[in-house]
Structures are given as structure tokens and as C-alpha cells.
Nanobody, 123 residues
Framework: QVQLVESGGQLVQAGGSLRLSCAAS????????MAWFRQAPGKDREFVAA????????NYADSVKGRFTISRDNAKNTVYLQMNGLKPEDTGLYLC????????????????WGQGTQVTVSS
């Protein structure tokens, strides 16, 4: 049974930083593309960042480029999202996702999802 468990979300002031973690189990982690999405109330799920198998290739949404960094540790079956310079518009439920076939910006291409961790940025 595949499980993705996110952690690290909390209330933070604008300009602050957070590091999210997603621990994976039940899959061959190093064979999966990993990604972070976020969802604000009443809005569609939005792509944030994705990373390739070996952690070398990464892709970011324009809205977070230069502020967020995605990374992974295949020995720990964990993917991270370092978020700096947080803005109120970054508020949302941050979800971790795993895809076997491709690194994509589309939620429908991902095979497994976590339950999410809440990030709230106050102005």
C-alpha cells in the first residue's frame, strides 16, 4: 500500500520560510517522479514544483520560481519543498504526488497523492 505523508506546514508571516517534507512508503521511490501541488479553498489544484528520479532535473511554476526549491533524498524516501519569501497568495493545502511515467504539471498524470499539509501565510 502506497503512502505519502506530508509534514511541515504551519502559520507563518509574509517573508518567512518553511520546509515541507513528504515521506513515501510502499513504492520504489527512486523510480518515481515527485511533485508538490497546492490547493486554496474554492480553487483548482495548482502545480508548484516537480523533480526527476535522481534529483537533477526540476520544474517550477512561474509563481514560485526563485523562491521555492524542490529536492529529494532517495535513501530516505523523502521529497522536500523549501519555501522562502512566502507571500499570502502561497496559502493553501500543499500536497505531495508521485508519478511513474512522467514529470508533469498536470495533476491527472500523478498516480499517488498524500493528504496534504496546510500552509497559511499572514500579511
Amino acid at each position: 500500500q502506497v503512502q505519502l505523508v506530508e509534514s511541515g506546514g504551519q502559520l507563518v508571516q509574509a517573508g518567512g520560510s518553511l520546509r515541507l517534507s513528504c515521506a513515501a512508503s510502499g513504492l520504489t521511490f527512486s523510480s518515481y517522479y515527485m511533485a508538490w501541488f497546492r490547493q486554496a479553498p474554492g480553487k483548482d489544484r495548482e502545480f508548484v514544483a516537480a523533480i526527476g528520479w535522481n534529483g537533477v532535473v526540476a520544474n517550477y511554476a512561474d509563481s514560485v520560481k526563485g523562491r521555492f526549491t524542490i529536492s529529494r533524498d532517495n535513501a530516505k524516501n523523502t521529497v522536500y519543498l523549501q519555501m522562502n519569501g512566502l507571500k499570502p497568495e502561497d496559502t493553501g493545502l500543499y500536497l505531495c504526488a508521485a508519478a511513474r511515467l512522467q514529470m508533469s504539471v498536470y495533476a491527472g498524470h500523478y498516480d499517488f497523492w498524500g493528504q496534504g499539509t496546510q500552509v497559511t501565510v499572514s500579511s
